[in-house]
């Protein structure tokens, strides 16, 4: 794949010929692919300085329908290592298994993580008009990939991205070592955090935009109401909408979560017809213009507190 690369860099222009190599990977340290912004996050946060990293889905792009350009499948195919998610961005997944790479240097954020049942948790059924939009067909398998919204399932990933640096880069083994501590010390701060701040609820339920908070939900003891599946372009059929609208209404159900890099139409459309409110609850699939300052752990403090305030926890 590195004479390919060479190969498609050496037909362009002599003016882009630089260009073209600064693109391929020759940055100083460790280089590293990542999928999309959690494994970005991770990456960085353990790498440190010592790594580079190229994150293959853009900041405010939907993440669930990433098409990857050539030169991404070749980043690829010769980063030292890659961070992603099977069965989340089929592209991603097609370009690892055409890669052929070394076990060690890959690391899926979905291995040692519980499986969770994707779609809809509440009792009624989107029928099928609800699962299929056009140029779109993702079958997650039934399975909610979003497992980065457990940090207990973040802990396990950074074990895994520190230990595919330490393989790849065994002089920065310290560096690696002591950076996935302090994060992991911190993912498990956040999870005690998101037991205890939502161990006692007046409301179990909340009402999402589309069907991500699925490992979170099982993780704390809640029940997510999805609106839209797995992927938060399909769209439930009216009939289903209508039901999200009267188990809102009977259940008690004050808020209606929205998100920054999905239409909030529908769930403004439930919160009219209800007299619910709105708020955000972020599933962090990219980051947006209005997080950039952000990062994982400070995004999550943040859907923790919507939550409690939501659901009435103490």
Known sequence: MKLLAGAACAALLAGTLVACAGDGGDEGGTQVVASFYPAQFLAERIGGDDVSVKTLTSPGAEAHDLELTAKQVVDVNE?????????????????????????????????????VEGGHDHDHDHGDEGHDHEGHDHDHGGVDP???????????????????????????????EANADELIAELEDLDADFTSGLASCEQTEFVTSHAAFGHLAAAYGLTQVPISGIDPQSEPSTAA?????????????????????????????????????????????????????EDYVSLMRQNLDALTKANGCS
Request: charged fraction near 25%.
């Open 241 to 293: 909408l209508a039901e999200i609208t009267e188990q809102v209404k009977e259940h008690g159900i004050t808020t209606i979560f929205t998100e920054r890099l999905a239409s909030s139409a529908l769930a403004e459309t439930v919160a009219r017809e209800t007299g619910a409110t709105t708020a955000v609850l972020d599933p962090l699939e990219g980051l947006s213009d209005e997080t950039t300052g």
């Open 146 to 176: 979003h497992v980065w919204l457990n940090p207990a399932n973040m802990v396990t990933a950074a074990a895994g991205v520190r230990d595919a640096l330490v393989e790849a880069d065994p002089d920065g083994a310290s560096t690696y």
């Open 79 to 115: 980063a030292d290592v890659v961070v992603y998610l099977s069965n989340f961005q089929e592209a991603v997944d097609h370009a690892v298994e055409d890669a052929d790479r070394d076990a060690g240097s890959t690391v899926d954020m979905a291995e040692g993580a519980v499986e």
